[in-house]
């Protein structure tokens, strides 16, 4: 959220081009990050990635990375060490730099669009996460809903209540 307040939130429904771009709807790109913005695309669950304003990304990644720094430096991970080349195999690929070109595009890099499971010509839908912009495949988004919305009510009422 560029400015702390406004929620990204809609759905809308755009294809991947043969040069593996997805047009942002501007509505949802706004609140987020400007036009030419550096963001952070992650893979978040099979069928779908979660595109980041960059600067927020850093900060709540670098403090929680610095923590784990100093577990590893002061050897207390010695007995998780299955666990520690896990979490550094995950954060190798799990994100990644992008740029929203001026007219809300965004170059899908190789490896985030097989993970997405889409081809040039495929529907995503590109829904607001109230802090984030998410890319579906749309049976995984499908899916997703089927199992969450019968709950909405009651997480509107904890979070709002």
């Known amino acids: ?22 047009s942002i709807p501007q509505e949802l790109l706004a609140p ?16 779908c990635l979660s595109l980041w304003d960059a600067g927020k990304w850093h900060g709540r990644l670098d403090s929680r990375m610095n923590l784990f720094k100093d577990k590893i430096l002061a050897d207390t991970l010695k007995d998780k060490i299955d666990e520690v080349q896990l979490l550094g195999r995950l954060l190798s690929t799990r994100h990644r730099t992008v740029k929203i070109t001026g007219r809300g595009r965004l170059l899908v890099p190789e ?13 995503v839908l590109v829904v607001g996460a109230a802090i984030c912009i998410e890319l579906w495949r749309p049976d995984a988004w499908l899916a997703y809903l089927e199992k969450r919305i019968p709950r909405f009510n009651r997480l509107f009422n904890k979070l709002s209540g």
């Open 1 to 22: 959220m560029a400015n702390g307040q406004e929620l990204v939130v809609g759905e809308l429904a755009r294809s991947l081009d043969e040069r593996h771009r997805i």
């Open 111 to 123: 490896g985030f669009r097989e993970f997405l499971g889409v081809e040039p010509g495929d529907e």
């Open 32 to 47: 987020l990050a400007p036009a030419d913005a550096t963001c952070i695309l992650a893979k978040e669950r099979p069928g």
